[in-house]
């Protein structure tokens, strides 16, 4: 089965304790992509890779850190968590050729900081 | 600011009538656009798109319009029924986006009352 996955699903932490959340495609997708979605403000990117090695900000970037040494995987790593990063995270693929848009999403992680 | 907004974060239909969602955009250089729904504890999933060269796009039960000199696009449910209920998010991308990066509006919770 096509998929996208993540884990954890739900993760509860302390401030500044690292912690990855694993993103896995089975696709062989070039795009990968994390989003958070918090209300009323939708989707919002994090991070992107257009292939491996490749990566680059998105929009709200700032405490977060990603890598793709592997097509098929791109953890999210955050290395100093803080209660503002208490969000649902989304990892998503696409082909990543011009002109395909659409991009398939992962489950979700709920993450709290405390 | 966001780009993409969509202006009613709820909405609630009778079974069988015609929900209508709508999504408005400032950024003249998106081409292309997306509708995703989401279910509780799921993730977002592609429902339906149309690219700038067209003015209306149908699917089944689903028909999103384009109004580009308004900057303005909407999604009709017709009939409308309870498993639609969910959220749902539209999103844009640019011309020449190889990136396939997407900007989300901050979603519209659909309820459909039997």
């Known amino acids: 089965e096509a998929q996208v996955t993540q884990n954890p699903r739900y993760l509860i932490t302390v401030t500044g304790k690292k912690l990855t959340v694993t993103c896995s495609q089975n696709?062989?997708?070039?795009?990968m992509s994390w989003y958070r979605q918090d209300p009323g403000l939708g989707l919002r990117q994090i991070y992107y890779?257009?292939?491996?090695?490749?990566?680059d900000k998105g929009d709200v970037p700032e405490g977060y850190k990603v890598s793709r040494k592997e097509k098929r995987n791109f953890p999210l790593i955050l290395e100093s968590p803080s209660p503002n990063q208490t969000s649902l995270y989304f990892c998503?693929?696409?082909?990543?050729?011009?002109?395909?848009?659409?991009?398939?999403f992962g489950p979700g992680t709920r993450l709290t900081v405390t | 600011d966001q780009q993409v907004k969509q202006n009613s974060p709820s909405l609630s239909v009778q079974e069988g009538r015609i929900s209508i969602l709508n999504c408005d955009y400032t950024n003249s250089m998106f081409d292309y656009f997306l509708w995703y729904k989401k279910y509780p504890a799921e993730g977002p999933t592609f429902l339906i798109s149309i690219s700038s060269i067209k003015d209306k796009n149908e699917d089944g039960r689903f028909t999103v319009f384009l109004n580009k000199s308004a900057k303005h696009l909407s999604l009709h449910i017709v009939p409308s029924q309870p498993g639609d209920s969910a959220v749902y998010f539209c999103a844009a991308s640019e011309r020449n986006n190889a990136g396939n990066m997407l900007t989300f509006g901050g979603g519209t919770r659909l309820m459909v009352k039997p």
């Open positions: 998503a693929s696409s082909l990543g050729v011009l002109g395909s848009y659409e991009q398939y």
């Open positions: 696709m062989n997708h070039e795009y």
């Open positions: 890779s257009m292939n491996v090695e490749v990566t």
